[in-house]
């Protein structure tokens, strides 16, 4: 096993079960960003809080 595997079973047992929490957070945090900059990022910021949703459910499963 090498260290990659060990880092992501750590990860994939602190997302199992908060998966909800964490996609909160994400949003939160986008809403702020868009908040400080007058969302002149806005398709960016909504860019990454798909694929971390995405991503989030697929370590779900």
């Known amino acids: 096993m090498s260290i990659f595997d060990d880092i992501k ?3 994939e ?3 199992s079960g ?3 929490k964490i996609k909160d957070g994400v949003e ?4 702020f960003i868009d908040s ?4 002149k990022f806005k398709d960016q910021v909504d ?3 798909k694929a ?5 459910d697929r370590t779900a499963k």
Do not use: I, P
């Not at 939160?28 to 809403?31: L, T, Y």
């Not at 971390?52 to 989030?56: G, I």
């Open 36 to 39: 400080k900059t007058d969302a």
């Open 47 to 49: 860019g990454v809080q």
């Open 9 to 11: 079973g750590k990860a």
């Open 28 to 31: 939160k945090a986008g809403d």
């Open 18 to 20: 908060n998966e909800d």
């Open 52 to 56: 971390a949703s995405d991503f989030l």
């Open 13 to 15: 047992d602190l997302v």
